[in-house]
């Protein structure tokens, strides 16, 4: 399989800024912007959603990055570093390229917002619509049935 953004020179900083552009350029406001070792998110307001993405890191420490994939030898200190940044360049051009169609999408006519975003719309309680559901899907279909409409 292809991996979009394979060996991208972009830096993390530039996709930042350039999610930033194209969510102002199609009307949210309100960025936050956070990371942790293991994850990023991204959130912003527009059309009067609250959207979060959580985006998944690699692990600095994963052995894709700390040895050579050919004969499994121990990568120097720089040589992880520039691996794993590597792997986070294609991770936020990723991001950058899916809130980017997924806004033409809605632009487009193709879809509307909030079937577009479901997933990533924030409830009032918090979580998003996907973290939500997922569990209740999983459910539905180990048990065959309908969950309920609404959690109470």
């Not at 809130?99 to 509307?112: D, F, H, P, R």
Request: proline share 7%.
């Amino acid at each position: 399989m292809t991996i979009y953004a394979k060996g991208t020179s972009v830096s993390v900083e530039k996709s930042k800024a350039e999610i930033e552009r194209t969510l102002q350029r199609y009307g949210a406001t309100e960025f936050v912007y956070g990371t942790t070792p293991d994850r990023a998110l991204v959130a912003f307001n527009i059309a009067d959603r609250r959207v979060k993405f959580i985006l998944p890191l690699p692990r600095r420490d994963s052995r894709e990055f700390t040895h050579t994939p050919d004969r499994g030898l121990e990568r120097p200190p720089a040589g992880v570093l520039k691996e794993w940044e590597q792997a986070c360049r294609e991770k936020w051009r990723s991001l950058a390229l899916l809130i980017k169609a997924k806004l033409e999408a809605v632009e487009s006519g193709i879809t509307v917002f909030d079937e577009e975003f479901m997933a990533q719309i924030v409830l009032p309680n918090g979580k998003t619509v996907g973290e939500f559901m997922v569990p209740q899907i999983t459910e539905s279909y180990n048990s065959g049935s309908m969950p309920p409409l609404l959690e109470m």
